[in-house]
């Protein structure tokens, strides 16, 4: 089924892109990671869409929603826009799945509305990160220089060596969902730029001290989350470790429980989307 597509407020004057897939149900939200978009979800949400009313959002700066001019792109920013989207949309009680900057939003999102949980699904991110994963993803960024391509295949091409193995269908389906194109006929992604700065313009000693902060707060966050929670890790993930993932379930989470999903690495929707949707199938709907 194809998703309605529409524009709600989101905080701080923006508009954020909704998919809607169905309108029955306890509500579902999914929350892409960083550089991608609410389409990465339509595999997994063509799942459940029978059972809860399914939704996916463009987070600030991806997509088809607004950059933000100020470059207000915490975490706090992103849950916020979360929580106005929901509000706009009349929903008071959810079920989060979030990915990577999406799974990191959500907590922070629970942490804000603890009550207004009904379940939550992290995705192979967690309160800490293999810095060996950080440091891919930011040199594939940097790689990636003016972000222009000359055809969505060529994108495509990008894409294929970033996710391996995913499917030509759903590296399709990214490639068109992360581009637009120019007036040049060229292609730019529609992520903003100052959304993940080169690591040249950074602090190191303040980029390592905001991850410690973050990270502590992360995990203050999980001790108070009581409904049931789903961690999935990709088994070959380079982002969430089997330490940091077995700690969130066996230390952190008072209701969590762990799905580590084979044949696949950080993007474990795409990399193995029938295993990852059988551990979603089997958290939300009882299967």
């Given at each position: 089924?194809?998703?309605r597509s529409f524009?709600v407020?989101?905080?701080?004057?923006?508009?954020?892109?909704?998919?809607?897939w169905s309108?029955?149900g306890?509500p579902?939200l999914?929350?892409?990671?960083?550089?991608?978009?609410?389409r990465?979800w339509?595999d997994?949400?063509q799942?459940?869409?029978?059972?809860?009313?399914t939704?996916?959002?463009?987070l600030?700066?991806?997509g088809?929603s607004?950059?933000?001019?100020?470059h207000?792109?915490?975490?706090?920013?992103?849950?916020?826009?979360?929580?106005?989207?929901?509000?706009?949309?009349?929903?008071?009680?959810l079920?989060?799945?979030?990915?990577s900057?999406g799974?990191?939003?959500?907590?922070?999102?629970?942490?804000r509305?603890?009550?207004r949980?009904?379940?939550l699904?992290?995705?192979?991110?967690?309160?800490?990160h293999?810095p060996?994963?950080?440091?891919?993803?930011r040199?594939?960024?940097?790689?990636?220089?003016?972000?222009t391509?000359?055809?969505i295949e060529?994108?495509?091409?990008v894409l294929?060596?970033?996710?391996?193995v995913?499917?030509?269908?759903?590296?399709?389906?990214?490639?068109?969902a992360?581009?637009?194109e120019?007036?040049?006929g060229?292609?730019?992604?529609?992520?903003?730029?100052?959304?993940?700065?080169?690591?040249g313009?950074?602090?190191?000693?303040?980029?390592?001290?905001?991850?410690?902060?973050t990270s502590?707060r992360?995990w203050e966050?999980l001790?108070?989350?009581q409904?049931?929670t789903?961690v999935?890790r990709g088994?070959a993930?380079d982002?969430?470790g089997?330490e940091?993932?077995d700690r969130?379930?066996?230390?952190?989470l008072?209701n969590?429980t762990?799905?580590?999903?084979?044949?696949?690495a950080h993007?474990?929707?795409t990399?193995n989307?029938?295993?990852?949707?059988r551990?979603?199938?089997k958290?939300?709907?009882?299967?």
């Amino acid at each position: 089924m194809e998703p309605r597509s529409f524009h709600v407020d989101g905080a701080d004057g923006h508009r954020i892109h909704v998919l809607e897939w169905s309108t029955e149900g306890v509500p579902l939200l999914f929350v892409h990671g960083f550089g991608n978009t609410a389409r990465i979800w339509e595999d997994a949400a063509q799942v459940v869409a029978p059972f809860y009313r399914t939704l996916a959002v463009d987070l600030r700066g991806h997509g088809d929603s607004d950059r933000d001019p100020e470059h207000r792109y915490a975490y706090e920013d992103l849950a916020r826009d979360l929580e106005a989207v929901t509000e706009a949309l009349g929903i008071e009680r959810l079920v989060l799945v979030g990915h990577s900057l999406g799974g990191r939003t959500s907590i922070t999102f629970a942490g804000r509305n603890l009550e207004r949980l009904a379940g939550l699904v992290i995705v192979d991110t967690g309160p800490e990160h293999d810095p060996r994963g950080t440091s891919r993803i930011r040199g594939e960024v940097e790689q990636r220089g003016d972000g222009t391509v000359a055809s969505i295949e060529e994108y495509e091409r990008v894409l294929a060596h970033n996710f391996p193995v995913s499917s030509q269908t759903v590296l399709r389906r990214m490639a068109v969902a992360e581009l637009r194109e120019r007036k040049d006929g060229r292609f730019e992604r529609k992520l903003d730029p100052a959304f993940f700065p080169a690591r040249g313009a950074l602090d190191e000693a303040a980029l390592e001290a905001h991850e410690q902060e973050t990270s502590k707060r992360m995990w203050e966050i999980l001790e108070t989350i009581q409904c049931p929670t789903l961690v999935v890790r990709g088994a070959a993930s380079d982002i969430l470790g089997p330490e940091i993932a077995d700690r969130m379930v066996d230390e952190a989470l008072p209701n969590g429980t762990l799905a580590i999903v084979g044949r696949s690495a950080h993007s474990v929707m795409t990399d193995n989307p029938e295993e990852f949707n059988r551990e979603l199938s089997k958290f939300v709907l009882g299967e």
